[in-house]
């Protein structure tokens, strides 16, 4: 789930002048936008080192999530990443209560001014996963509408700059699209499944949610030229999110449109597979690369179009975060935080809020 509008391929009149396609429109005017569009495309705005960038995903004593990573514990705490200035970070020890943390980067690593010379450093949808003793952050590089996109990788040993070995490194471009590609490189989730093989998931409107190798030693593509797989496709689709289970791996996505506050449409689709490069099917037996995807979550009252799942396990437990727009915060978007059940068919199923609490205003 993403904080900012993407086209699918043009098409109609679009394709005959060479256009790219409609981006997300934003319903009403300025006036009447949702706050929280207001204030991302703000931030959008800024440059990395900018003094209005210094408060990161804490703004008028909230947190603010959008696109949040999957979540990860180092030295006794919880991390997670989110869409923001240099990539924000929360920390949390409990899953409850969560604060702000430290920007990924202060400066736009090097290759970014290369590929997107208008990027400022606003990086959207990081992912994050520890192997072989070194985290490694997955973010996305791109332009509000277009397809020309970059999944970038930092690696750290500790999540924590405070701690030694928290310094993020820049490892460069993991995958990238173009114009003239038919997927959009954003939006990354990596797995590490049962057998030590790294996976990455990533993919936002155009043909689709795609899958390469990755070399658990790097982070980065196993083989420049491997495997592209298909997973999913619908007209609005992006933000996967991998799992296993049970001997069986479930993709997690997201159809609708994000970024409207209150009026976003965003739902979570799932479906599964023996095999990690497919096909995913849905309880109904419907293939996703066709169209397929099971609800998982929806709007329930004041939590509004969810997006961008992850899931955490630890020990025997285990969650399902993500981020919605909270009907009673004038559409902000708001980290969300539930138990993570199966039922008797192998099929997952949120539970209680965790975060926000029950009893949270």
Same mark, same amino acid.
Request: charged content about 20%; cysteine-free.
């Given at each position: 789930m993403t904080s900012r509008p993407h086209s699918p391929p043009p098409r109609g009149r679009a394709a005959a002048a060479g256009r790219a396609?409609? !981006?997300?429109p934003v319903p009403g005017s300025a006036a009447t936008r949702p706050l929280h569009l207001l204030t991302w495309l703000s931030l959008a705005a800024l440059t990395i080192g900018s003094p209005a960038a210094e408060s990161g995903l804490v703004r008028g004593g909230r947190l603010w999530v959008h696109d949040p990573s999957?979540?990860?514990r180092g030295a006794g705490e919880y991390w997670l990443f989110s869409t923001g200035m240099g990539v924000g970070s929360a920390r949390s020890r409990d899953l409850v209560r969560w604060a702000g943390g430290p920007r990924v980067f202060e400066a736009k690593p090097s290759w970014v001014a290369g590929f997107l010379p208008e990027q400022r450093g606003h990086f959207w949808a990081p992912d994050v996963i520890r192997v072989r003793g070194r985290y490694l952050l997955y973010y996305s590089v791109s332009a509000w509408g277009r397809?020309? !996109?970059?999944?970038?990788?930092?690696a750290a040993s500790a999540p924590d700059p405070g701690q030694a070995g928290g310094h993020w490194t820049d490892e460069g471009i993991v995958v990238a699209s173009a114009r003239t590609n038919d997927f959009n490189a954003i939006d990354p989730c990596a797995l590490l499944d049962g057998t030590g093989r790294l996976w990455l998931a990533f993919g936002s409107f155009w043909s689709g949610i795609?899958?390469?190798e990755l070399d658990p030693g790097?982070?980065?593509r196993l083989s420049p030229d491997g495997p592209l797989h298909s997973l999913a496709s619908h007209p609005e689709i992006e933000a996967p999110c991998l799992a296993e289970h049970g001997g069986q791996y479930y993709l997690f996505v997201n159809w609708g449109r994000c970024c409207r506050g209150i009026h976003s449409t965003y739902s979570i689709r799932v479906?599964?597979?023996?095999?990690?490069a497919g096909p995913y099917l849905d309880r109904k037996g419907n293939d996703m690369r066709r169209g397929g995807g099971s609800r998982f979550l929806e709007t329930e009252g004041r939590f509004i179009g969810p997006g961008h799942a992850?899931?955490?396990r630890d020990g025997p437990h285990a969650w399902i975060s993500f981020h919605f727009y909270d009907g009673e915060r004038r559409g902000a978007a708001t980290l969300g935080v539930r138990t993570l059940t199966w039922d008797a068919e192998g099929w997952p199923r949120a539970g209680a809020w965790v975060t926000p609490p029950p009893s949270a205003p």
């Open positions: 396609g409609p !981006s997300r999957s979540i990860v397809n020309t !996109s970059a999944i970038g990788l930092g795609k899958l390469v790097t982070g980065k479906g599964r597979s023996r095999k990690i992850a899931v955490l």
